[in-house]
């Protein structure tokens, strides 16, 4: 149990469909981030959120939509999908986002475009 | 730019041999900090080690140890008798201050694979 629940564990969507990720820590902290691990590359930051706003949105594509509604709750809403956006979707907390501190993440979320 | 490379993709060993996975890092900062990740199959990143620029101190932790040279930017993990629960991929990272937020930069992975 690493304090970070990542709901739905695997998802498998069409192109046009609209669907949600979830991501909850239980650990008090401030900052969360999504990544992007596909196969044979380094896991991608996509989005960065510290105490609940957005300090960084890393050139990800408009399909994505990240909402951090509170500093325990993070979402990446997805909408017109692509096939090569099939991977896994990793969330991750850290107590004030500095420098030195680790990551703690969830399972992730697998996702599958059809 | 920060980049962080692990040129082995896989290593295969037979348990109860020694493995090193290589790290090598590139970075303009002075301070910065390394990590090393473990991800086993059920899919989380499990944090292993950290590291500041400033220490270079080796570190030994039961089976496992790391070697940090700054003169050669490298930051090398070794697994000393493997045995089967090793099997997983292994992330190096770089952390750094970027418009005072934390932004990692991983490395490929390497997958270890421990044969009984």
């Known amino acids: 149990e690493t304090g970070v629940t990542q709901t739905p564990r695997h998802l498998v969507m069409g192109m046009t469909n609209k669907k949600s990720l979830k991501c909850e820590q239980h650990l008090g902290h401030n900052a969360m981030y999504w990544y992007k691990q596909s196969a044979k590359k380094p896991l991608e930051l996509m989005f960065v959120?510290?105490?609940?706003?957005?300090?960084e949105n890393n050139s990800v594509p408009s399909r994505f939509s990240p909402e951090c509604p509170n500093s325990s709750h993070l979402f990446l809403h997805l909408h017109t999908l692509q096939p090569e956006d099939s991977a896994l979707y990793l969330c991750a907390s850290s107590r004030t986002g500095a420098t030195n501190e680790k990551l703690f993440f969830g399972s992730g979320t697998q996702l599958s475009v059809l | 730019a920060q980049k962080v490379t692990q040129a082995q993709t896989e290593i295969s060993v037979v348990e109860k041999e020694d493995v090193t996975l290589d790290c090598v890092y590139e970075t303009r900062d002075t301070t910065y900090y390394l990590f090393w990740y473990k991800q086993p199959p059920s899919g989380e990143l499990v944090f292993l080690i950290r590291?500041?620029?400033?220490?270079?101190q080796n570190e030994i932790s039961g089976r496992y140890s790391w070697n940090f040279q700054k003169s050669t930017s490298s930051f090398n993990f070794t697994i000393t008798a493997s045995q089967v629960v090793d099997s997983a991929v292994y992330f190096c990272?770089?952390?750094?201050?970027?418009?005072?937020?934390?932004?990692?930069?991983f490395g490929i992975g390497t997958k270890l694979q421990v044969i009984p």
């Open positions: 959120y510290s105490l609940e706003e957005r300090v």
């Open positions: 590291r500041n620029s400033f220490d270079e």
């Open positions: 990272a770089l952390s750094e201050n970027s418009g005072g937020y934390q932004k990692v930069t």
